[in-house]
């Protein structure tokens, strides 16, 4: 893989961020069940990766899981006569068995015993989504779940979460339906990711002042012997089923009529924020929302603030209960403060919601932020592969974001069916965004391909190189 770098300024930042120790994921190893990473400076540092996750039960065998059908008709009141809306949930608790200390001692031994290190590999976030029959064939239910935020000691992973994912009406119809035959058959599919480093040999060019090419070349001969740029990477990736007997446990079902019910004490609210999943605001330590609602007496209950921390990136829900029984045919109003790296704190104007149905999501508006969302599309030609004796594509996407940069790599195969594969980042704006390209041969030998900058329409066409090359 070849970098090449027309800006001194990316050289210095690039050497800033590689001081950073991380997990090399070229270098992925098992032991005693265990999936473990060594640290890329120290050489008795290992993480190791998650363990699967399950569904959770009480004592009794009542998996925890409900099902969820809240329906509102608008009013004059609230200014949505009239209007009617469903709001149609899935919520279970997964679990996540403890690495026990005996399995430790064994894979520290296996790894050389006296000074190794394990730690949990941190995780950047964790994604799942709901699978479950639909006929002859399996269908992807509502879009990604989110998973509330569990405590964790320090040195381990999470034991316990709470998983939700909305559905639509079409979508959750499927599920009611397996209701009225008896039985609830689903799976919940996830994936771990964590920030690792390649760890793959590189070369590199520089272009600029000879002087300052000079002194750069020298100190980035021995740090750029190895890709040493942090990208998101899948971890851990598995799936388990979710069997429920609703005769056995009919209480797992819950059909709420907002409009009749003045006061329903339930978990009806959903705060998203990706300030920290997505680094948006690297400014802040802290973002938290306040909800007050009415009560059955007709006063005003606040609940304690809700937190979103910088040091916990995989939170971005969180799931708001109540104390209190409240009245859901009256209005709510939430406001948002925030926590600067510095510890000076903010707090913004109340905010009057009609509805309780949907997700409140205080992310920081794109607008405000010195960053941009990119969507970029690459295409090449799969099926000319064979005919030259290509085997894969490698596309590295170099772009700079919070002053600092990234890389994002994505891989054509011959036998691949899509011919474009798209690209989601999140860049500072006004800064380049740089696509290079390397090909690999069914001989194993490799050409280098092109370099370009990616134009503001966000695509790339990468033409495949010919047989003479």
Request: with cysteine.
């Amino acid at each position: 893989m070849t970098f090449r770098f027309i800006s001194i300024l990316v050289i210095s930042l690039l050497v800033g961020k590689m001081a950073t120790a991380q997990a090399v994921f070229s270098k992925e190893k098992s032991l005693e069940g265990m999936v473990l990473y060594p640290d890329f400076k120290k050489d008795k540092l290992f993480y190791y990766a998650p363990n699967d996750l399950q569904l959770g039960r009480e004592t009794n065998g009542r998996p925890k899981f409900q099902l969820i059908q809240m329906g509102y008709t608008g009013r004059a009141a609230t200014g949505d006569q009239g209007e009617k809306r469903f709001m149609n949930m899935v919520q279970l608790t997964v679990e996540m068995p403890p690495v026990n200390n005996n399995q430790l001692r064994k894979v520290r031994t296996a790894l050389g015993g006296t000074g190794i290190q394990l730690r949990p590999l941190p995780i950047h976030y964790v994604e799942g989504y709901l699978i479950t029959a639909f006929g002859q064939e399996y269908k992807r239910l509502g879009e990604l779940g989110t998973f509330e935020s569990g405590a964790a000691s320090r040195g381990s992973y999470w034991t316990e979460r709470t998983f939700t994912l909305r559905l639509n009406n079409a979508d959750a119809q499927i599920l009611w339906e397996q209701v009225d035959n008896g039985k609830l058959a689903l799976s919940i599919n996830y994936a771990f990711y964590a920030n690792v480093i390649s760890g793959e040999k590189v070369t590199y060019e520089l272009e600029g002042d000879s002087l300052l090419v000079d002194q750069f070349d020298r100190e980035l001969e021995d740090i750029l012997e190895v890709d040493t740029l942090p990208y998101p990477q899948i971890v851990k990736a598995n799936a388990f089923a979710v069997n429920i007997d609703v005769d056995l446990f009919p209480e797992v079902l819950k059909r709420i009529d907002a409009n009749a019910h003045q006061t329903v004490a339930y978990p009806l609210l959903e705060v998203r924020c990706f300030d920290f999943t997505n680094n948006l605001r690297p400014d802040l330590g802290a973002k938290a929302i306040e909800i007050e609602a009415i009560g059955v007496g007709g006063q005003q209950i606040k609940m304690k603030k809700q937190r979103f921390f910088r040091s916990r990136t995989e939170q971005n829900a969180l799931q708001i209960k109540f104390p209190y029984a409240v009245r859901m045919d009256q209005p709510l109003r939430y406001r948002i403060s925030e926590l600067s790296k510095e510890g000076e704190e903010s707090t913004g104007d109340w905010i009057t919601r009609n509805s309780w149905v949907g997700i409140i999501d205080i992310t920081t508006l794109m607008e405000d932020n010195p960053v941009s969302q990119r969507l970029i599309d690459i295409e090449t030609e799969v099926t000319q592969f064979s005919e030259v004796d290509i085997q894969s594509l490698e596309v590295a996407i170099l772009y700079q974001y919070k002053e600092e940069l990234r890389k994002e790599t994505l891989s054509f195969l011959s036998n691949d069916r899509s011919a474009i594969k798209p690209i989601r980042l999140l860049q500072d704006k006004d800064t380049p965004i740089l696509v290079t390209t390397s090909w690999k041969k069914v001989d194993g030998s490799k050409i280098k391909g092109m370099q370009k900058k990616v134009e503001l329409d966000d695509y790339v066409f990468v033409a495949v190189p010919n047989s003479g090359n």
